[in-house]
């Protein structure tokens, strides 16, 4: 399985700590059937501005060390880029960094709170550019939770939508599980990923959220789906259940 969302590399955000933690959560993925992972550091103005050398330098070390050790994990680079009124800037500054070195797959973040006319523009800046905005977790967006057809609105517009797996499992309330077993009922979303942090709270759980699937069909088309982001040269049909 691939896990496209989570925050393994060290020392860059609010993730594993030091390399001995990456390499813990490299162990705790595998045993959840994890086998490749797409590192994903926060970007966010005035708070983890990751840098791309550093991820791709890091995530070089740990893949030695994780082959070093016989853990039988690839990590490659991306990062979670917060959407505010400074993204398109960042990414005409060349700052930001593509999933899996797809150079077209960009996992993006709204806020938390309330929905921007900003939201809009960044995504409508992306896809004029030819790349293709990954909206992480928007289940945890309140606006979202409160107008869900929303969702229909971002994938029209042409995104893709990646649910947290730990959304479904209830780790971030009732109001949020309520929202991500409609986006499951209702074949919302294209992807999964686990935004793990570390090996005790927020932790890799793709494999519980795929259990949560009950339509086989659909859930072999979110795997498919990990699995272009991962080879990076295919695009993904993000109107075939929409």
């Known amino acids: 399985m691939i896990d496209l969302h989570n925050h393994i590399i060290y ?24 086998d490749k992972i797409i590192a994903t550091p926060h970007y966010k103005t005035n708070s983890f501005m990751s840098d791309k050398e550093e991820i791709l330098h ?11 050790l016989n853990i039988e994990i690839e990590v490659k680079g991306g990062q979670e880029i917060h959407i505010e009124p400074y993204t398109l800037d960042y ?9 899996a070195d797809s150079q077209y797959y960009f996992l993006i973040e709204p806020p938390f709170k309330g929905f ?19 909206i992480a977790h928007p289940e945890r967006n309140d606006y979202i939770r409160s107008h869900p057809e929303v969702l229909d609105e971002l994938v029209e517009q ?8 730990a959304s479904i499992l209830g780790d971030y309330g009732s109001l949020i599980e309520k ?10 979303f294209h992807l999964i990923g686990s935004d793990a942090h570390n090996c005790n709270n927020r932790v890799f ?4 959220c795929y259990k949560r699937i009950n339509d086989e069909t659909f859930r072999k ?22």
């Open 58 to 68: 890091k995530i070089e070390i740990l893949n030695q060390q994780l082959q070093n």
């Open 116 to 134: 921007p006319g900003f939201i809009e523009t960044t995504i409508d800046g992306f896809i004029q550019e030819g790349l293709q905005p990954v």
């Open 205 to 208: 759980c793709i494999d519980q």
């Open 91 to 99: 990414l005409e500054k060349g700052q930001l960094l593509s999933l």
């Open 179 to 188: 929202t991500a077993q409609y986006m499951i009922e209702n074949k919302k």
């Open 11 to 34: 020392g860059i955000d609010d993730g594993a700590k030091d390399i001995k933690e990456s390499i813990e959560m490299a162990k705790a993925a595998q045993a959840t059937g994890v």
């Open 221 to 242: 088309y979110i795997k498919t789906n990990a699995e272009k982001v991962w080879e990076g040269n295919k695009k993904i049909d993000n109107m075939q259940y929409f």
């Open 158 to 165: 042409g995104c893709l939508l990646q649910m947290n797996a």
